[in-house]
């Protein structure tokens, strides 16, 4: 038996104990969290980044109950509540749906893009671990584009993009979005590394568990992908996208070590 096979076996077994060991664990009052490492995390992104790929990965831990934006409706909502009162009062809201997850789970998560504007709160209420997924910027503009993001939105009255044309204003966005977790000090993941390197991937998410070979299953798979893009890729943009992009994308692209085109 080759190792890989060895690791889904191993794998398998353990998740068969700990569901047997969840059958006799006790009610817990609050969150028991090690002093190191929580046992709760959160994967926020700015959307169009691949959180349902990685969400839909990470929920084959044997260890672990991992949620893709469980509170859609409610969370879209709250990306307007910017008052710190109001974002500690959402987020408590989620504790006891933690605390109950964690009677059969050593470890909580959530991949939820809507919550970038709790960090603050989710590290404060729940002892969050925060991790930031991005995507190339020039793959998530054209994404939301072709999905009218400002166009029929109701957040461009919320959050004021700047930029005269509505391709500028999401290239703004992508940068507003990603630099919003990254002053908060969110460690980054960037999803093309998390599909290409395994070496990668279970740095950021060993303490799962994942097998390499689950993850090589699930690696390329494409989820909640966009059909039928409006803009074309690139190579294809005009002198004027290319300049908007870089006025509003290029300092960030290239601190996250995406090629400058």
Same mark, same amino acid.
């Given at each position: 038996m080759d190792s890989e096979a060895v690791d889904l076996q191993h794998y398998n077994e353990a998740k068969e104990a700990t569901q047997l060991y969840a059958q006799e664990m006790p009610e817990i009052e609050a969150l028991v969290l090690p002093p190191i490492f929580s046992q709760v995390f959160f994967v926020v992104g700015t959307g169009r980044c691949? @959180?349902?790929?990685l969400a839909d990965?990470?929920?084959n831990s044997g260890f672990a109950k991992v949620y893709h934006e469980?509170?859609?409706?409610?969370?879209?909502?709250? !990306?307007?509540?910017?008052?710190v009162d109001l974002s500690l009062a959402y987020i408590e809201k989620r504790r006891q749906h933690v605390l109950n997850a964690l009677r059969s789970n050593l470890y909580y998560g959530e991949v939820n893009?809507?919550?970038?504007?709790? !960090?603050?709160?989710? $590290?404060?209420?729940l002892n969050a671990n925060l991790?930031?997924?991005? $995507?190339?910027?020039?793959?998530?503009?054209?994404?939301?584009?072709? $999905?009218? @993001?400002?166009? @029929?939105?109701? $957040? @461009?009255?919320y959050f004021n993009p700047e930029g005269e044309t509505r391709f500028e204003q999401l290239c703004w966005w992508w940068t507003a979005r990603n630099e919003l977790a990254i002053s908060k000090g969110v460690e980054v993941l960037r999803l093309e590394d998390l599909t290409t390197s395994w070496t990668i991937f279970n740095k950021a998410f060993g303490f799962l568990g994942i097998p390499k070979a689950i993850w090589e299953n699930c690696k390329d798979v494409k989820m909640n992908a966009t059909g039928n893009h409006v803009i074309a890729s690139y190579d294809g943009w005009s002198a004027e996208q290319k300049s908007l992009f870089l006025k509003h994308c290029g300092n960030l692209m290239r601190r996250l070590g995406y090629a400058q085109n």
């Open positions: 691949g @959180t349902l790929w990965l990470l929920s469980p509170n859609l409706r409610a969370d879209r909502i709250s !990306i307007v509540c910017r008052d893009g809507y919550l970038l504007y709790h !960090i603050d709160a989710l $590290r404060k209420v991790f930031l997924l991005v $995507r190339n910027g020039v793959d998530v503009v054209r994404s939301w584009y072709a $999905r009218h @993001t400002f166009d @029929t939105d109701a $957040r @461009t009255k």
